[in-house]
């Protein structure tokens, strides 16, 4: 654990309601792990925690929000317990993110230029006209063409491939270590998409940098990405390396999603949907939250939450179908088949 | 820009035609003006002559035509009642009310606008209620009340400040309070409430994102969008506020344009109303417009979407 470049220890982040009797858990018991230079896939569907996971890694949950336990370690300092003043020279320096919406993210009134040369005034005490000049090469960096033009321009006057181009010459303008990327290609349409993915690939090369990426898309997994970690009602329910996951996967949510695809090679293949709802995040059953849904669940799955089970060095899953020896573990308890899991 | 300039002022000249239709109408419904200003015992011959006098016994259109070429030209007719050029009233009576709107502006903006920030940054906190107990006072409280409160305040209990008419700061002070903490919630609420979409946007997130010290996140990525509402309030709200001080002006004896247009509706004097409100109207018009082209200079997508 000591040489990774980020890891997640069991962290939870809840909303907690004003009167404290309501409490959704957004992420719940997450433990991930990422070298530097690599790159993490994490999927779900829409309120899964996939967002929310990424927003409590920068420390930048909404007001409601708090992190309620765990660890967050990057480059071996944990980011939990870090004063505000310091996560915040964290922020757009060493760990930076895009988010989804290249139209609502970059704002208004201020000139590209201003905008992508912020971070480095900031963080690195760049003069104005030093900054400038700076951001005029990020924007080349993200083949933009006539950057010398660019740069004095407002949002507005680029399109939504470019302004989302912009907004990755913002998050690599300190050379972060860590990059998240949350959807960064939904609103994009098919051509700008797979230039875009090419892109961040190649400044992740250049720049050796880790990435964590967010999408609901598996075929972009398959093409970025080294790990992979499916979420479910807030919690990381698979995860391991993304030919793995996807030769064999352990978990039939899993299974569910990557029978989800329409794939290009057989004549006519029934698509699988996966019936019925995500429970209520404030309100979890009482064993595993995919239960209801979940073709396979047996008794015990109704009554008592899987622990996480290592299948084989990282790789886990939150499925009792995964444990050791699914026989035998039915009458274990899970401590002892948390310590058979590690 | 220039195509959207033209339109606006085509916009401008039509408003300005409506309005001064519906107060040339209006003010003829509140009765005949002679009845008050001839002698007692006076005889309809007399009432008649002064009627014909005045040009009351023309039809309402010729009345209007009249009244419309002469306004075109500049001329805005004579007073009833004072029988000098109405112009020369109100230009005696507007260096005062310009004063008394722009003291009670700059309070209305000092007051509104960091209070609006502090209670959308502390939403939910004592500032945020401490800010919403001040607006609602202000917009609730009706200005004689307020004036007369401070009156017994300052002026009986305290003997601090005069309690009417105009001559140093001190005259303007309460005059300008009484009018501008309406003004100062409204620029308050605005403020706030734009305030907080703002914060709630992607790009205040990205700033967030990319570790600016909030004082900058606040202060520059947030403020100036938020700001932009507020401007074009504050342009329109001094022209209303130099426009509808009547009240105000009345309960401090304070001698602007407010109390001319009073005295004008007491003695129906048609020709001070009509300058009054039509000169009102106007100056409220060509605000509206300048903040439109002032906006789509800051705005840059404005300024290209025309």
Redesign the interface.
């Known amino acids: 654990m000591a040489n990774k470049l980020l890891s997640l220890e069991n962290v939870s982040a809840h909303y907690v309601s004003q009167q404290g009797t309501r409490v959704v858990r957004a992420v719940d018991e997450v433990t991930l792990s990422l070298d530097a230079g690599e790159t993490l896939g994490i999927v779900g569907e829409s309120g899964s925690g996939k967002s929310t996971l990424a927003l409590t890694i920068?420390r930048?949950l909404p007001k409601a929000a708090r992190i309620v336990g765990g660890r967050i370690m990057f480059e071996g300092e944990d980011l939990v317990d870090k004063p505000a003043a310091e996560m915040?020279?964290?922020?757009?320096?060493r760990i930076?993110?895009i988010?989804q919406?290249p139209m609502?993210?970059?704002?208004?009134?201020?000139t590209i230029g201003d905008q992508v040369g912020?971070?480095l005034r900031?963080?690195e005490g760049a003069s104005r006209s030093s900054a400038w000049q700076r951001a005029i090469d990020l924007i080349k960096s993200v083949r933009i063409a006539s950057p010398q033009t660019r740069v004095a321009q407002?949002p507005?006057?680029m399109s939504g491939g470019m302004r989302q181009r912009i907004?990755g010459a913002?998050g690599m303008s300190c050379e972060p270590r860590l990059l998240i990327a949350d959807e960064p290609t939904t609103s994009l349409d098919l051509t700008i998409q797979a230039q875009y993915l090419d892109l961040l690939r190649e400044l992740q090369r250049t720049h050796g940098l880790a990435l964590i990426f967010i999408t609901h898309n598996l075929g972009i997994v398959a093409k970025m990405c080294d790990q992979l970690a499916v979420m479910y009602a807030g919690r990381v329910v698979e995860q391991g390396p993304v030919s793995r996951v996807f030769s064999q996967p352990l978990h039939p949510y899993t299974k569910a999603l990557l029978g989800s695809i329409p794939r290009m090679t057989e004549e006519r293949e029934q698509l699988t949907a996966i019936d019925g709802q995500p429970p209520d995040l404030a309100n979890l059953p009482a064993g595993c939250s995919f239960a209801a849904r979940c073709p396979a669940a047996f008794a015990r799955c109704q009554v008592e939450a899987p622990p996480d089970f290592t299948v084989e060095p990282g790789r886990s899953a939150r499925c009792w179908l995964a444990a050791p020896t699914v026989h035998a573990s039915i009458d274990q308890t899970i401590p002892l088949s948390r310590s058979a899991a590690s | 820009m220039k195509q959207f300039i033209v339109r606006r002022v085509g916009y401008s000249l039509l408003s300005l035609f409506l309005l001064s239709v519906t107060i040339f109408l209006f003010v003829r419904v509140t009765g005949d003006p002679t009845t008050l200003l001839v002698e007692p015992g006076a005889s309809p011959e007399d009432i008649e002559n002064m009627r014909h006098q005045f040009g009351l016994d023309q039809p309402l259109w010729v009345q209007y035509w009249l009244f419309a070429t002469s306004f075109v030209t500049g001329d805005l007719g004579q007073s009833f009642y004072y029988r000098t050029p109405v112009l020369e009233l109100y230009f005696q009576r507007l260096p005062n009310s310009l004063q008394l709107a722009a003291v009670a502006m700059v309070l209305s903006l000092l007051i509104g606008i960091p209070s609006g920030i502090l209670a959308a940054v502390r939403v939910g906190g004592f500032w945020d209620s401490a800010g919403k107990t001040f607006s609602l006072l202000g917009l609730s409280l009706p200005q004689f009340w307020v004036g007369l409160v401070l009156i017994l305040f300052f002026s009986v209990y305290l003997g601090w400040l005069p309690s009417s008419g105009s001559g140093g700061i001190l005259h303007l002070l309460m005059p300008a309070f009484t009018l501008g903490w309406y003004f100062a919630a409204a620029h308050m609420r605005l403020t706030r409430s734009s305030m907080l979409e703002v914060l709630d946007?992607?790009?205040v997130?990205?700033?967030?994102?990319?570790?600016?010290?909030e004082a900058?996140v606040i202060g520059k990525?947030a403020l100036?969008?938020a700001l932009i509402p507020v401007i074009t309030l504050a342009g329109i709200n001094l022209v209303v506020m130099i426009n509808v001080a009547v009240v105000v002006e009345t309960v401090f004896a304070w001698p602007g344009i407010g109390r001319l247009l009073y005295e004008g509706i007491t003695f129906r004097d048609f020709p001070v109303v009509q300058c009054v409100v039509v000169l009102g109207g106007s100056m409220i018009i060509v605000v509206n417009l300048l903040v439109d082209i002032l906006y789509a200079y800051?705005?840059?997508?404005i300024r290209?979407e025309s």
């Not at chain 1, 915040?88 to 320096?93: A, H, L, T, W, Y």
């Not at chain 1, 609502?104 to 201020?110: D, G």
């Open positions: 920068l930048l915040r020279r964290v922020r757009g320096k930076a993110m988010l919406d609502a993210s970059l704002n208004p009134l201020f912020e971070p900031v963080h407002f507005h006057e907004v913002i | 946007s992607e790009y997130k990205l700033a967030r994102l990319k570790g600016l010290p900058l990525h100036k969008n800051i705005d840059p997508r290209l």
